[in-house]
């Protein structure tokens, strides 16, 4: 079972550059995928970007291409999502998943999700 934390969100200014983080507690984090999902209130989940094992491989979505980032550390079993021009439209909660070996945009493949961080962007 893989457990995942996000950490990183907050209120932001629009144009703001936060972070986000997501440790998993597993030994074998090198044989997941991750992807990073949000959900704005009243919004159906969304996919974001996403990671494969090896980080050889990286989808994102039309709406952050060329502004969000999507990174791995398997040696502290963490993946990153470095969010630069924030806008008010990004607003929602942020959750990280994992899924063995192969990135996906589908959130019903992956298997373990965290709890979720709030990114709140004012204008």
């Known amino acids: 079972q893989v457990q995942l934390v996000e950490s990183g969100g907050g209120l932001v200014q629009a144009g703001g550059s936060p972070r986000l983080s997501c440790a998993a507690s597993v030994r074998t984090f090198s044989s997941y995928a991750m992807g990073w999902f949000r959900q704005a209130p009243g919004n159906e989940r969304e996919f974001v970007a996403a990671?494969?094992?090896?980080?050889?491989?990286?989808k994102y979505a039309d709406s952050v291409k060329g502004r969000f980032t999507i990174s791995r550390d398997n040696a502290k079993n963490t993946v990153y999502l470095q969010m630069n021009s924030l806008k008010p439209e990004d607003t929602a909660v942020y959750y990280c998943?994992?899924?063995?070996?192969?990135?996906?945009?589908?959130?019903?493949?992956?298997?373990?999700w965290g709890q979720g961080t709030q990114v709140t962007v004012s204008s």
């Open positions: 998943a994992a899924r063995y070996w192969a990135a996906a945009s589908s959130s019903d493949e992956y298997t373990n």
């Open positions: 990671i494969n094992w090896t980080g050889g491989r990286i």
